[in-house]
C-alpha cells in the first residue's frame, strides 16, 4: 500500500527498538534514511534486509521528488532518523509536508527522543515546555533566538554538539541570568551523564573537561518578576529573524510574525532593515 512510516529509532540503547518498528521497517518496500551507513547498521542487528534511499538536508529537494513518486506510484516508505524520533528538528519534517499536501497517508511508530527524556529526569519542571531545537552556528542568529525565548515562563530545551557546548552556555549566560540548567548526555548509552546545576558552573565544569557526545540542555524558565507575556517590537523582529534562518523571505518573516503580534508588518520589516 502506498504510505508513508515514520518510524523512531533507538537513542541510544538497541533494546527500547519495539517490535512495532521492527516489523514496519521488514514490511516496507524501501527505507529513507539521513545516514544509510548508520542505518544499515541497525537493519543488521535486527536482521532487516531492504533497499536504503539517503535523504538528508543537501539532497531533500531532489530525493524528496524521488520518494514522493515511488509512493505515489504503489510503494511503501518509512522514514528513519539516526537516532530517535525522525521529523523532529530534521529534515524528514519536509517530506512530511510534502506528503501531507498531496495526501499520502502518513502513520508514525514512535520511540525514545532525546529532548522528553531529558525532560523528565531533568528536575525542572515539565508540565509547559518549548523545544527550541539547535542553536544557530552564526553569533547574530545565535542571541536573537536566546533573546526571542528569554522572557519564556516555560522550562527550554535545547540540543548542543560537544564543539559549541562551552560557547552556547556563555551565550545563554548572558542571555538569561545564571538559571537552573540540566545538561543530559549520552542518554540511554553506557556512559549516561545528567549534570544539574546553574549555568556558571556547568560553564566552569567544561572548561576543565572537554564535552564529549550529544547534549541536550534543560533550562529553567523566566521567573515571574522578569518574565512578560507582552512581546516587544524587539522580540517580534528577534522572531522574525529567526524565520529568516531558517529560510524564510524577510518580507514573508515580517508578515507571518506580523499575524502573531500586534506589531504590523511594516514595523517588523523595518526593525528587521535596522538589524
Do not use: W
Not at 188 to 197: F, N, P, S
Not at 200 to 206: F, K, L, Q, V
Not at 254 to 261: C, L, N, P, S
Amino acid at each position: 500500500m502506498s504510505k508513508l512510516y515514520v518510524v523512531g529509532t533507538p537513542i541510544g540503547n538497541l533494546s527500547d527498538f519495539s517490535p512495532r518498528a521492527i516489523d514496519t521497517l521488514k514490511n516496507v518496500d524501501f527505507i529513507a534514511a539521513e545516514d544509510t551507513r548508520v542505518t544499515l547498521k541497525l537493519l543488521t542487528h535486527f536482521g532487516i534486509q531492504k533497499p536504503l534511499v539517503s535523504y538528508y538536508e543537501h539532497n531533500i529537494r531532489e530525493k524528496g521528488e524521488y520518494i514522493l513518486g515511488r509512493i505515489e506510484n504503489g510503494e511503501s516508505c518509512a522514514i528513519v532518523t539516526d537516532a530517535g524520533m525522525p521529523c523532529i528538528s530534521d529534515p524528514g519534517e519536509d517530506l512530511v509536508r510534502l506528503c501531507a499536501e498531496r495526501g499520502i497517508e502518513i502513520n508514525v511508530v514512535p520511540s525514545p527522543t532525546a529532548a522528553m527524556s531529558a525532560l523528565a529526569i531533568s528536575g525542572l519542571p515539565t508540565a509547559r515546555f518549548s523545544f527550541e531545537g539547535f542553536l544557530s552556528v552564526t553569533n547574530k542568529q545565535r542571541r536573537a533566538h536566546l533573546e526571542e525565548v528569554k522572557s519564556f515562563k516555560r522550562t527550554l530545551i535545547f540540543y548542543e554538539a560537544p564543539h559549541k557546548l562551552i560557547y552556547t552556555l556563555k551565550d545563554m549566560l548572558d542571555a538569561f541570568g545564571d538559571r537552573k540548567i540540566a545538561l543530559c548526555r549520552e542518554l540511554t548509552k553506557i556512559h549516561e551523564e545528567v549534570l544539574r546545576g546553574k549555568i556558571s558552573d556547568m560553564i566552569a565544569y567544561y572548561e576543565n573537561k572537554p564535552p564529549k557526545g550529544e547534549y541536550v540542555l534543560v533550562i529553567e524558565g523566566a521567573a515571574e518578576e522578569e518574565a512578560s507575556d507582552e512581546i516587544t517590537l524587539d522580540m517580534a523582529v528577534a522572531m522574525a529573524q529567526k524565520l529568516i534562518s531558517d529560510g524564510v523571505k524577510a518580507s514573508d518573516a515580517a508578515k507571518e510574525i506580523a499575524k502573531k503580534t500586534k506589531f504590523s508588518k511594516s514595523e517588523i520589516y523595518s526593525g528587521l532593515l535596522k538589524e
